[in-house]
Each structure stands twice: as structure tokens, then as C-alpha cells.
């Protein structure tokens, strides 16, 4: 689904929930307000009766959605990206009569776009759910603020990235949030060689990489390595590139970012 598209349906989707709720809530205050002005107060009840029904049925017919859009996150997880992309479909192009379930939806097809590395898609859906009003969702304002961060990074976005990543640090993230930030912080600080704040609290960033998985723990290690290679630590820098040689081919990280290049030369001399 293009991100375009799933933004305007999502904006008309909640417009129109907007009216449908104010609709029926001016019914509602209309029967009470006026009630008996037409001399028949069984009339009325029947008015109400059928306003609590149309509500109930547009509840019912909003179940369908809600079902899709919370089975989504499992199947990205699992990588099975084709049934998680027809799960979100179906969920935004379902009718639904609370927001929610629509915000979910935008927001796990920011985070399939982001595990299918689309930065471009996943960086403009995660600023469509970042321009909502999120109220209880504020664990999904986070990640969407941490997809965005890395998404603009990805598109070399530094300024942007910079904002993103100052706006996390204005909110109580969780252990999983607060790894993703490390990282894409780590990453962005490569960029713009601020090697000394790569190097602040080194023992600190390294026990929170060997919490994070694999790859990201390996790509972690490997940043930290670097830094401390530019800040004349090489102490540190060796025991933190074997460490990285451990967990990620070294090939696999220079691939997927050349700068760390330096940490395994191809003459190999260090």
C-alpha cells in the first residue's frame, strides 16, 4: 500500500468516525433536551433506542479491524512481511468507529516499512501518527519517534535525525527504547565524528549492548570501537572490535557502514 494513500485514507477515516460519533451524540442530547415537546414520551424512548442500537452495531462492525491491526506486529517480527502488509490493509480499509484501532494500523505499516528498509515511507507514515493526538498511545508516539530518527538517518537526514533523537530524551523510554536509541544515536554521532561523546560512559554503553541482539549488539561494539580508535584508545578499541567479531562478520558491518572499515583494513594492519 503506498504510504500516501494509507495517510488519506486514514485522515478521511477519522474524519468520518468524528462526524458519525458527533452525529449520534446530538441526537442523543436532542432526545434529552426536547423530550415530551411532542407529547409522546414512548416516541422518544424509541428515538434513544435506536441511537443505542446503531452505536452498538457500528461497534460491532469496528471488531474486524481492531482483530487485524493487533495481529500485525507478530507477523513482522516473524519476517512474514507479505500477510502483515494484507493484515494492515484490510485493517485501514476496514470500517472502524474508533481511532485507535487506525492509529495502530498507520503504525505497524511504519514499522513493516522500516524492517523492509523503505526510510522514505517509513519516515512519512511515522510523522502522520506523530501528528495525531495519541493520548493513551504514548508508547507508540516513542517508537514512532524512533523509527522516524532512524529512517532519517538512513536518508542522511542529519538535522532531522538530530531532532528526533532530542525529543526521546524528553520521555521515559523503556529498556527496549532506550537500546534502540543508544544505537541510532551512536550511529548518528559517527556522522557528525563526535568521537568524545561516543566515548562518554563506554562501560555503560557496552553492558547495554550486550543486551541488545546480535547484529545490533555486533554494529553497536563495532561504533564504540571506532570512537574509541579516533580518541587514541586502543585498548578499548581492540577488545571492543573482537568482541564485535563475535557476534557480525566484519564484512557484513562494513557493508552496511563503511566507516568501520578502519577497524579491519584490508592489508590487515591496524
Not at 460519533?21 to 423530550?35: E, T
Not at 435506536?50 to 460491532?60: C, V
Request: aromatic share 6%; proline share 3%; charged share 20%.
Amino acid at each position: 500500500m503506498d504510504a500516501q494513500l494509507a495517510i488519506a485514507r486514514f485522515r478521511r477515516d477519522l474524519t468520518l468516525g468524528t462526524l458519525l460519533k458527533a452525529a449520534l451524540a446530538l441526537a442523543v442530547l436532542a432526545c434529552l433536551l426536547f423530550r415530551g415537546m411532542i407529547g409522546n414520551h414512548l416516541f422518544d424512548a424509541f428515538v434513544l433506542l435506536g441511537i443505542g442500537a446503531i452505536w452498538l452495531t457500528l461497534s460491532y462492525r469496528s471488531i474486524p479491524g481492531s482483530r487485524l491491526a493487533a495481529g500485525s506486529p507478530s507477523l513482522i517480527a516473524a519476517g512474514d512481511f507479505s500477510a502483515a502488509e494484507d493484515h494492515i490493509e484490510q485493517a485501514l480499509r476496514s470500517f472502524s468507529l474508533f481511532r485507535t484501532s487506525k492509529l495502530l494500523s498507520l503504525h505497524h505499516l511504519a514499522v513493516l516499512r522500516h524492517a523492509q528498509r523503505r526510510w522514505a515511507d517509513a519516515a512519512e507514515l511515522s510523522r502522520a501518527v506523530l501528528a495525531q493526538r495519541l493520548g493513551s498511545l504514548r508508547g507508540v508516539g516513542r517508537q514512532s519517534r524512533l523509527i522516524l530518527a532512524d529512517s532519517l538517518l538512513e536518508l542522511g537526514d542529519l538535522r532531522g535525525t538530530h531532532g528526533a533523537i532530542l525529543a526521546l530524551y524528553q520521555q521515559r523510554l523503556t529498556l527496549a527504547e532506550a537500546l534502540s536509541l543508544l544505537s541510532v544515536q551512536l550511529d548518528y554521532e559517527s556522522r557528525i565524528h563526535a568521537w568524545d561523546r561516543m566515548t562518554a560512559a563506554m562501560p555503560v554503553k557496552v553492558q547495554l549492548a550486550e543486551l541488545m541482539g546480535a547484529a545490533e549488539g555486533g554494529k553497536t561494539q563495532a561504533m564504540l570501537a571506532l570512537a574509541a580508535k579516533k580518541m587514541g584508545r586502543n585498548d578499548w578499541s581492540d577488545w571492543l572490535r573482537r568482541r564485535a567479531e563475535l557476534l557480525v562478520e566484519p564484512s557484513d558491518l562494513i557493508s552496511a557502514r563503511p566507516a568501520l572499515a578502519e577497524l579491519w583494513p584490508p592489508d590487515g594492519r591496524e
